[in-house]
């Protein structure tokens, strides 16, 4: 399995953008997905989560009403799109997926139970 992020860039604070994760080897639909994301000289952090049905996700208080995860089966792709865009979201964002199943949500938060990561893609969001 091998995933492909793409999307950042720089933007102005209070703007959009939408993040993208292109997975191949394995259908989407099929995996739990995660977006990460580290902040310079900060650890990773979890941003946010879909289950393998897309019937739910999760997401960090700090992105909450701001980010929403979202996949497209048929591109095999992953999105994040995230409003209101501040200087605390500058980060390097990382997508993942899990074939793990958990009833909970918080155990989606973890980064251990991610088995394949992407590359990667930055974010600078300019006050």
């Known amino acids: 399995v091998q995933l492909q992020a793409y999307g950042g860039g720089l933007v102005q604070a209070g703007g959009s953008l939408r993040l993208s994760c292109v997975c191949s080897g394995r259908t989407v639909s099929t995996y739990a997905s995660g977006w990460f994301r580290r902040a310079p000289e900060k650890e990773r952090e979890f941003v946010g989560a879909i289950t393998w049905s897309g019937g739910s996700t999760f997401y960090a208080d700090s992105v909450k009403g701001r980010f929403t995860i979202s996949r497209d089966s048929a591109k095999n792709t992953i999105y994040l799109q995230m409003n209101g865009l501040n200087s605390e979201d500058t980060a390097v964002y990382y997508c993942?997926?899990?074939?793990?199943?958990?009833?909970?949500?918080?155990?989606?938060?973890?980064?251990?139970?991610?088995?394949?990561w992407g590359q990667g893609t930055e974010v600078t969001v300019s006050s």
């Open positions: 993942a997926t899990t074939p793990a199943i958990y009833s909970s949500g918080d155990y989606y938060s973890r980064h251990r139970i991610y088995m394949y």
